[in-house]
């Protein structure tokens, strides 16, 4: 069947099938122009990636999401080299990119129906809504996390850029209904967290944190040394 990525059927039924290459998640239509909302097509990706057991690369771009993303299944995600531009605060120069244009809860890997195993993230930044800071009384937008890991096992975010997260990973569960999480392993975290960084909550397992960098202001300045 069409899956609108590596098989494409017309309307008079004729069939294309990709055959060699990196599979991108822009061959399922998203565009990764920050304007366009690619939700559809990332859960298109995803389909494709958990079904096929394949990796999932995502081109430069800025991939806007609109709702929370709830997937069950395993699937492995492969960003490119993720840049940032320092002058005044932290911006965007290039890489791979998750807009989360919305309040609530980004990429959720929820596995309550049945524990799973392998989810693997890397080369990828994520930058969330807020206000530019007015005064003292600034407060961060009470935004979901960007990440919430429950009743899953095996699983790894390596070279992680946030922007603007009000909190960064949740992994975790529900005790009373005996999910937790295994085996999290954070590498090379970097991250704008004003509330909470890594929170690991029910962990049955070994969990890892290498090389995490979070801080919790809007940018560098003299005040911030002060």
């Known amino acids: 069947p069409d899956n609108g990525g590596t098989i494409i059927v017309d309307s008079v039924g004729t069939r294309w099938k990709r055959q060699a ?3 991108d998640i822009k061959h ?19 389909d494709w990636a958990e079904t096929s057991g394949q990796i999932l690369h ?3 771009g800025i991939y806007r999401i609109t709702t929370p993303i709830v997937r069950n299944q395993a699937s492995w995600w492969q960003g490119g080299l993720v840049v940032e531009k320092r002058k005044g605060g932290a911006d965007i120069q290039r890489g791979s990119w998750l807009h989360i244009d919305h309040n609530g809860t980004g990429i959720r890997f929820d596995g309550s129906d049945g524990y799973f195993t392998g989810v693997k ?24 996390y960007d990440f919430w890991l429950e009743a899953t096992v095996s699983a790894e975010f390596a070279d992680m850029l946030h922007f603007r997260s009000n909190k960064g990973y949740y992994c975790g569960g529900n005790k009373a209904k005996n999910t937790g999480v295994g085996r999290m392993n ?6 704008q967290f004003f509330e909470k960084g890594i929170v690991i909550d029910h962990a049955y397992d070994t969990c890892r944190i290498d090389q995490l960098h979070a801080w919790t202001f809007w940018r560098d300045s003299e005040l911030v040394h002060q």
């Open 58 to 60: 995502f081109s430069d």
């Open 121 to 144: 993230i890397s080369g990828m930044g994520i930058i969330r809504n807020q206000p530019e800071p007015a005064g003292a009384s600034w407060q961060p937008t009470a935004n979901g």
């Open 186 to 191: 954070f590498y090379r975290i970097r991250g």
């Open 21 to 23: 290459g990196e599979i």
């Open 28 to 46: 399922f239509g998203a565009l990764g122009n920050d304007r366009a909302d690619d939700t559809a097509a990332l859960n298109r990706a995803l």
